[in-house]
């Protein structure tokens, strides 16, 4: 047997998924899709109401209560509840190809030392336009390694490392660290033929600040697996150093300015501080013009690019600090 599981916040998207499966699971008995169970797991507030499941998916569908602690603990309320012996990961968002369970069931059989099996995102982008930031960000899903977008694990390979990290709190780093510890207890992990869409959502402009909070998760692995956590668990460079300089420089400078508005003007002092807003703005402009250069340039799209490149660079520091501090009992190396 194969489970799907899918942890839902209800978002208007998961319709289309559901659509999408019952036209694939929903066909006359002895077609072959009996082996497949459907378990949605629910992570929204108690009080939301019912999710609505396609008549066609109801013979094949369970509908398990999450407890609202992120898509981590949601997935594994749905793989510990999963008959199958394969289990595979969809996000609400993605939309499956036409023959998505005929070429699911081809990437599975594989070697039994095979533990897990990736399956191919696309992420339409605009055609008339260079994509925006958020846009972009999305986009990145289609390089993934290991994401949970359609992720397909063996139920043992899943039971052997304990299955996700409940530490992480959010759709972030959490399925490229299961995928390390399930590679690590000698599985493998191998890229399929299948394909799912993942259409880019709509977003408030100020959505990159909202996910600076990642930066928190990051210091969590950074915590357990060391100084090379991203070459370990195969993630790319990120901007953290340069984030945390340019911060540093413009609380340099505040504090120049700020102790020079006190009446002490040391000369000393006003270099430094004017150096230290100098590097600010450099560091700043930098970064605002990587964002920009790739994107649609609109005026719109420009000002709010020049917005949170002055915030970004703080908060994510914010976050980064923050991490580090609650993640200061976990020992150092504790990869579970």
Do not use: C
Not at 214 to 222: E, F, I, M, P, Q
């Amino acid at each position: 047997m194969i489970s799907l599981v899918v942890p839902t916040l209800g978002r208007p998207s998961l319709v289309a998924l559901l659509d999408a499966l019952a036209g694939q699971l929903g066909g006359p008995a002895g077609d072959g899709t009996a082996d497949v169970e459907l378990l949605l797991v629910d992570d929204r507030r108690r009080d939301a109401g019912e999710l609505a499941v396609p008549g066609a998916l109801t013979a094949y569908t369970k509908v398990l209560t999450g407890r609202g602690a992120g898509p981590a603990a949601a997935r594994n309320l749905g793989w510990r509840a999963a008959r199958g012996e394969w289990v595979v990961f969809l996000d609400d968002d993605v939309v499956p190809a036409p023959d998505w369970l005929v070429r699911l069931r081809a990437d599975l059989a594989v070697a039994g030392r095979v533990g897990g099996v990736q399956g191919v995102v696309d992420v339409p982008l605009p055609a008339h336009r260079r994509p925006t930031d958020w846009e972009r960000g999305t986009a990145g899903l289609a390089e993934s390694r290991w994401i949970t977008a359609d992720m397909a694990y063996r139920r043992a390979a899943l039971a052997a490392v304990g299955g996700f990290d409940e530490r992480f709190p959010r759709a972030y780093r959490e399925d490229a660290e299961l995928a390390h510890r399930v590679r690590r207890a000698g599985w493998e992990l191998v890229r399929g033929s299948r394909r799912v869409t993942h259409p880019v959502r709509p977003e408030s402009r100020w959505v990159s600040l909202r996910t600076q909070r990642g930066n928190a998760d990051d210091a969590l692995l950074r915590r357990r697996y060391g100084p090379r956590w991203r070459t370990e668990l195969d993630l790319p460079p990120g901007r953290r150093p340069r984030h945390a300089a340019v911060t540093a420089a413009a609380a340099v400078a505040l504090a120049a300015a700020a102790t020079r508005a006190a009446g002490r003007r040391p000369r000393a002092l006003g270099v430094v501080g004017g150096l230290a807003a100098l590097g600010w703005a450099a560091g700043t402009a930098e970064f605002a013009r990587a964002r920009i250069a790739p994107g649609p340039r609109t005026p719109d799209e420009v000002v709010t690019m020049l917005a949170t490149s002055v915030l970004i660079p703080p908060l994510a520091t914010v976050h980064w600090v923050r991490g580090w501090w609650r993640a200061r009992a976990v020992a150092a190396g504790d990869g579970r």
